[in-house]
């Protein structure tokens, strides 16, 4: 199944090929995938490559080819959701509106759209509070997500409700949170009053109860390489 999963991710990345790529073969390289997703070991790459396939092809393929495909293993309770999942449907609702139906959003989300206010609550569970794997802030969803947030300009709003989550932080919590916030900071260059946004009230409170004078890479790694 690796190797199946390696073998798309190939030609995925490859220009030329999908320059050349009939819809036939997108098909084909999208079921092989969605294959590699009922194996545990090798969904987590499977999913990968299928995020960049629907960033680098049209939205009348993902629609017609795609999307009927992948929808079956996208479509679980938001309350169930995995972080991979989430990733791709983020992906596909970004770059292809109206591919996913109202009906799809309805029944799972219980909203019009995913990144909305009405389900943070379930960002912050899945991203935060039920993310107990030591190596969680590697995923790059955590980077794509940040991203998000400002392009959509919710950070405000959203770490808003992220504070109520450090009055009493985990120290993975913690480090969730100072790696989002870094991801963010970086995002607002050329926009430094957009930093304040993040300043919270319990995202201050961590800061100073662990020492940090600063939210710099080199500050993250020096307070959680004890």
């Known amino acids: 199944m690796v190797g199946t999963a390696l073998v798309c991710g190939a030609i995925i990345r490859s220009e030329k090929a999908l320059e050349e790529i009939s819809i036939e073969e997108v098909s084909e390289l999208t079921k092989c995938l969605a294959s590699c997703l009922a194996k545990p070991s090798v969904a987590s790459l499977a999913f990968s490559f299928l995020n960049e396939l629907v960033i680098k092809i049209s939205t009348e393929i993902?629609?017609?080819?795609?999307?009927?495909?992948?929808?079956?293993?996208?479509?679980?309770a938001k309350d169930a959701v995995a972080i991979d999942q989430l990733y791709l449907l983020l992906a596909i609702e970004e770059h292809h509106e109206n591919v996913i139906e109202p009906l799809f959003y309805?029944?799972?989300w219980q909203s019009?759209?995913?990144?909305?206010?009405?389900?943070?609550?379930?960002?912050?569970?899945?991203?935060?509070?039920?993310n107990k794997k030591s190596n969680a802030v590697n995923h790059p969803f955590?980077?794509?997500?940040?991203?998000?947030?400002?392009?959509?300009?919710?950070?405000?709003?959203?770490w808003t409700a992220v504070d109520e989550s450090l009055a009493t932080p985990t120290k993975q919590v913690e480090l969730i949170s100072i790696h989002t916030a870094i991801s963010i900071v970086k995002m607002f260059e050329d926009k430094p009053k957009e930093v304040l946004k993040i300043f919270t009230p319990n995202f201050m409170k961590m800061l100073k109860a662990n020492g940090t004078k600063s939210i710099r890479d080199e500050d993250v790694v020096e307070m959680y390489s004890e």
Do not use: G, Q
């Open 62 to 76: 993902v629609s017609s080819t795609v999307w009927p495909v992948v929808k079956k293993n996208l479509s679980v």
């Open 106 to 108: 309805k029944k799972f």
């Open 112 to 130: 019009e759209s995913i990144l909305c206010a009405d389900n943070f609550a379930t960002f912050i569970d899945l991203l935060w509070n039920n």
């Open 142 to 158: 955590y980077v794509y997500f940040a991203r998000r947030l400002v392009s959509e300009k919710l950070v405000k709003s959203f």
